[in-house]
């Protein structure tokens, strides 16, 4: 089974970035964004259409599609 | 841009941080907008003054720069190099004797990573701790003093939207212009690993030319991190030296093979220096205060009630375009036609007075008859982007805009098209990325405009009968399904260019919600009036020159046989009838001979030369003369071909005249030119087709060259020619 990502949280649900994914430049820019691994990230909101996602990485609030939050892997 | 040598302070920071609020207070109205060179982002200088001035202190200017928002320095496109070389001074770029990194205090911990990039620079730098004013509602306290301990460099806490603190800013602009101090440890707050610090000497040994002279070992370094992040195989970075380029994949391929992963281990130390010392300047609440703007969250994010509101909104800039800027255009439509009138009646008859009036008056005239809808869109754009509702509507409608490849922004270019495709065009500024934009851009003319109303008004009035269909009247549903027509096209364009000519690698879209605020009405007066000027100065001239084209090419040359035989016989009308029905036999003359002119002149000429090619759509020469006509603005295919049919140019879509003339066109073998299934043939070219100087002028001026005017012009053409094509021959095998 597929190790969990960002985009599996539920509202109000947390979750700690095990290992981001995906090709270079975006992968960077996610983690740059505060991805990395061991932080905390908090799904606020759900866009009423399904995406976007406002997260919450560090106090700082973040919307990203749910297509990239799925190469943010989570710890099981 | 010829200036006197005064010291430049630049301001970064990521986006949405109050950075152009901030630009804007310290250098008032005295900002100048150019692009950065090769590229179309849009470049903000203003001259500021540093101290009050009084007769004993002479004042301290600089000049300050707006580098567009930015995550982080590491970039993969020229557009992200941007923060880099306005920073170091490279490419173009004036070396900045300070750098002030614009942070927002709600969102600390993100900032400060780009903050910690521009402190490895080495340079002169300060921190502007922004949005002290909204820290409560976030329920978060930051310690300014802490922070400034833990960073090395001055950080002042201000709120550009309330104007507080600027003066303790400028202040500490002024000391540090006067006695630049460097942050410590050359701004460094976390040391690399052996590992990393050898990869990183290696990397610079390679800078070159990159490397300015005086730069210390430590900025080299600095440097050499840049390229490592930035740089790759498939990067779109520009003047990045070969040399330089191989050593960073050298290093990045051997630090693979070694299994280790240099950008999480980058990104995760800078991150590590934040977390281990945010404690220390920064407390959060355990529970986020319920403010106001929270709550109006709840109901602008709503499923329902979310779109409802997005709906009325839209409908309101909608309206505004096209119904509340026309007595504004009406007013500059008639002072112009004033002014025409009294020149020509101030001027002797003739060909000079005919440039003066129909070119040069009626060409200005059509330029500003843009404004009205400029000014309003831009005034609505900047309030929804003030307030923090426009990251709303995108939140709400990426997911749409998504599936056929466009930005979530992109809604409202494509709303605007329906009234004007020339401030829509303007208008794809609020997207960040130049694939977004240009996207958009390509069509955005492609939607229902305004100037094709009287087009298809005059076409399905005299083509197609009035009748009913289920009960709906026929011309109404016509009408209604050009509109459809034009929107289907749009979306299909945006998804075939997207996945074709514009196809781009993915970047992942990044949006912010920020709190509601009130928009600051200085910055709005400040972007609606750039915006006019802008038009007026770029794209204003090419609509002028292209309208002054347009008018040479209908009218020249003036003689022919047979404006020679009408005028001929002019004695023997002025003779056969005296009084009223003299004068109306002399206008119908005239009309006639404006006719010939127009026939005769090089567009007529033009006209016949491309009637082998219309003709498979089933066009004639005298509607490729209207079609030609019609470049200056869709509308005037109408009085175009009230001229061409010799009933004069004061026709307008409703004319009975007009509609009577053209069923009574024949072609050479004698049936008639015009059929409903030529009017089919002509709504769907019209509809299609990139009949308009002004749209391609804009398209010019925000691509900062000819290649994507001409691309828009090609593609729509053939696209219209296609479907004219399709559309004449199977309804002819149908017999139709």
């Known amino acids: ?21 995906g090709e270079r430049a975006f992968r960077r820019r996610l983690m740059e964004l505060g991805l990395v691994p061991g932080t905390p990230v908090t799904l606020l909101k759900v866009a009423p259409l399904g995406d976007p996602l406002e997260l919450e990485v560090r106090g700082g609030r973040i919307s990203i599609r749910r297509r990239d939050a799925a190469s943010v892997e989570l710890e099981p | 841009m010829a200036l006197p040598e005064v010291p430049r302070v630049v301001l970064v920071g990521n986006p949405n941080t109050g950075k152009t609020t901030l630009f804007n207070r310290l250098t008032g109205a ?19 003054s540093l101290n009050a001035t009084n007769a004993y202190a002479p004042a301290i200017v600089c000049d300050v720069e707006d580098v567009p928002g930015c995550y982080s320095l590491a970039s993969r496109s020229a557009e992200e190099q941007i923060a880099i070389d306005a920073l170091l001074g ?8 300070v750098a002030v990194v614009v942070v927002d205090a709600t969102n600390l911990e993100r900032n400060l990573y780009l903050t910690l990039q521009v402190l490895e620079l080495g340079r002169p730098t300060l921190v502007a701790l922004n949005q002290m004013d909204a820290l409560r509602d976030a329920g978060v306290a930051v310690e300014a003093a802490a922070l400034s301990a833990c960073l090395g460099v001055p950080v002042v806490p201000i709120s550009a939207s309330r104007g507080e603190g600027l003066d303790a800013l400028r202040e500490a602009i002024a000391v540090q212009l006067a006695s630049p101090t460097m942050p410590p440890d050359e701004g460094w707050r976390w040391a690399p690993s052996d590992a990393l610090r050898a990869d990183l000497d290696a990397v610079a040994a390679h800078l070159g030319d990159e490397r300015p002279e005086g730069t210390s070992d430590s900025a080299a370094r600095a440097l050499a991190l840049w390229a490592l992040m930035s740089v790759d195989a498939e990067d779109e970075l520009e003047d990045v030296p070969a040399s330089l380029r191989l050593a960073v994949l050298d290093v990045q391929r051997a630090a693979r093979a070694a299994g280790r992963d240099l950008d999480a281990e980058v990104i995760a130390a800078r991150y590590a220096f934040i977390d281990a010392h945010a404690p220390s300047f920064v407390r959060r609440a355990a529970e986020v205060p319920k403010t106001w703007s929270r709550r109006v969250d709840a109901w602008l994010l709503h499923p329902v009630f979310g779109f409802l509101a997005f709906l009325a909104i839209m409908f309101t800039v909608f309206q505004a375009l096209f119904a509340w800027s026309d ?20 001027l002797p008859d003739g060909l000079w007075t005919d440039f003066v009036v129909d070119g040069l008056i009626g060409g200005v005239g059509s330029v500003l008859v843009f404004l009205p809808q400029i000014v309003l869109l831009f005034t609505f754009i900047g309030v929804l982007e003030d307030t923090g509702y ?45 694939r977004d934009r240009y996207l958009t851009m390509m069509v955005v003319p492609l939607m229902t405009c305004s100037a094709r ?47 074709t000519v514009l196809k781009g690698p993915r970047v992942p879209l990044i949006l912010e919600l920020p709190p509601f605020r009130r928009p600051h009405l200085g910055s709005l007066a400040r972007l609606v009036s750039s915006r006019a000027r802008v038009f007026l100065s770029e794209a204003g001239t090419v609509i002028l020159a292209g309208s002054v084209v347009l008018w040479a090419i209908l009218t020249f040359p003036r003689g022919s046989e047979e404006v020679t035989a009408l005028e001929a016989t002019r004695p023997q009308v002025e003779a056969s009838s005296e009084g009223e029905a003299q004068a109306e036999a002399l206008a119908a003359l005239d009309a006639e001979v404006a006719g010939a002119r127009l026939r005769n002149s090089l567009g007529g000429r033009i006209g016949h030369a491309i009637e082998p090619l ?24 109408v009085s175009t071909m009230g001229v061409v049919y010799g009933v004069g140019a004061d026709v307008d879509e409703e004319s009975a005249t007009l509609r009577e003339r053209m069923k009574a066109e024949r072609r050479a073998d004698g049936r008639p030119v015009y059929t409903p299934l030529t009017g089919l043939s002509l709504l ?44 004449w021959q199977v309804g002819t095998a149908l017999g139709a």
């Open chain 1, 1 to 21: 089974m597929s190790p969990p990502t960002v985009a599996d949280l539920r509202p109000d649900q947390s979750g700690t970035v095990a290992r981001v994914g």
């Open chain 2, 30 to 48: 005295r900002g100048r907008v150019g692009n950065y060179p090769g590229i179309t982002v849009e470049r903000s200088v203003g001259r500021a």
């Open chain 2, 90 to 97: 490279r490419h173009d770029s004036v070396r900045p004797d």
């Open chain 2, 327 to 346: 007595p504004a255009v009406g007013l500059i439509e008639a002072a112009f036609a004033g002014l025409g009138g009294w020149a020509r009646a101030q």
């Open chain 2, 390 to 434: 426009m990251a709303r509507a995108a939140f709400l409608m990426d997911r749409v805009m998504n599936k056929i490849g466009l930005h979530g922004r992109a809604f409202v270019p494509l709303l605007s098209g329906y009234a004007c495709a020339v401030p829509a065009i303007m208008a794809t500024r609020t997207m960040e990325r130049r």
């Open chain 2, 453 to 499: 109303l009287p087009v298809y008004t005059l076409i399905i009035g005299a083509l197609f009968p009035v009748g009913a269909w289920l009960g709906l009247p026929t011309q109404g549903l016509l009408m209604l399904g050009m509109y459809l027509f034009g929107t289907l096209m749009a979306l299909v364009a945006a998804a075939v260019l997207g996945r």
């Open chain 2, 614 to 637: 219309i003709e498979p759509l089933g066009f004639d020469w005298k509607i490729g003369v209207g079609l030609l006509g019609a470049f200056a603005a869709r509308e005037v295919f």
């Open chain 2, 684 to 727: 769907f070219f019209f509809a299609l087709a990139c009949q308009c100087v002004s749209t391609l002028a804009a398209i010019k001026r925000e691509t900062a060259g000819w290649r994507w005017p001409l691309f828009t012009l090609a593609y729509m053409t053939a696209l219209a020619w296609a479907v004219s094509f399709v559309t």
